[in-house]
């Protein structure tokens, strides 16, 4: 119970840290996204009725944050994200059946693969209500930067997680049985 307590504050305090975080100009000024790779930590270390409610919530904190309404008109709009992380919660859920162990290597690289299947169907959103499509260089490092950086934060994620003492929801370890 105290791990998903400490992800639900992580995911709020994530969406928080993530408008103060300095943008990566070697990146073309891409920003860090930490609440995907947060999310992902707790879809592959949860039980998947505490991922459904995670997803939710994640997505309900995610669209908040990142509501945009140009005039008149949303371009990116409130509740898609959540239908995105339960896709991705269920996902990831699979993958933890084929993994048990929690290997931080899947954690790592479905955090990059997460972040950039967000921004990239963020793009496409504001595009498609644009109903013009503009892609260069700049626009390439702003959507391939926050899964490259979520790559690189990932460990430190998994490392911090795996330190806090296990709940009521974490798996059970299995012990060796010793031949007496």
Known sequence: MIRVIV???AIYLGVIAQEFLPEASFLGGARLLVVPA????????????????LALYTGLV????????AGEQVEIGLGWSMVFYIFVGSVLQIMRMMSPRG?????CLMSG????LLVMLQYLM????????FLNGTVLLQIFGPALMALFVAP??????????EGSWAEPRR???TIP
Request: proline content about 5%; charged content about 15%.
């Open 38 to 53: 947060i999310f992902c930590l707790g879809a592959l270390s949860l039980p998947f009725p505490a991922v459904l409610g």
């Open 113 to 116: 693969a997460v972040t950039l």
């Open 103 to 107: 290997r931080w290597e899947i954690h």
């Open 62 to 69: 995610s669209d908040l944050a990142a509501l945009h309404v």
């Open 156 to 165: 430190l994620l998994y490392v911090f997680y795996q330190l806090l003492p």
């Open 7 to 9: 992800l639900v504050a």
């Open 175 to 177: 012990q060796r049985r």
């Open 126 to 133: 504001v595009c498609l209500r644009r109903e013009e499509f």
